[in-house]
């Protein structure tokens, strides 16, 4: 009496194509992200343990701090021993080392200053 028999009548199963179309772009949101984001993160993250896992003694090291000193001894899998001045020496976890420059690396230097103290 209340209900017209247009209301009465159940809900028609929902189209599987439209569901789908409506699902593609989250996960075309997804494989974006991940190639964008997640995918670097991850190597990056490689690269830094491969870096920390071969320190050895010799190598000059940098540190979050920004401390730079010579590594005089590997403590152990999570402490390395360093030395940042004469008889100064510092015990630091190796997670916390951000670059190494080995031993017959030369530090970086501005081509420009180069040019002008040979002329």
Do not use: C, W
């Not at 992200?33 to 670097?40: A, D, K, T, V």
């Not at 899998?77 to 017959?104: N, S």
């Amino acid at each position: 009496m209340l209900i017209t028999p247009a209301y009465a009548q159940a809900a028609g199963a929902g189209d599987t194509n439209s569901m789908l179309m409506s699902l593609l772009p989250f996960a075309l949101i997804f494989v974006i992200m991940y190639f964008l984001i997640l995918r670097p993160q991850q190597k990056k993250v490689k690269e830094h343990a491969d870096l920390v896992k071969n320190v050895r003694r010799g190598d000059t090291i940098v540190t979050q701090g920004g401390l730079v000193g010579k590594v005089t001894k590997v403590v152990d899998d999570d402490q390395v021993e360093f030395e940042i001045a004469d008889g100064v020496r510092v015990r630091q976890m190796r997670q916390m080392i951000t670059g190494v420059r080995t031993k017959g690396e030369p530090a970086k230097v501005d081509d420009k200053k180069d040019e002008k103290a040979a002329s």
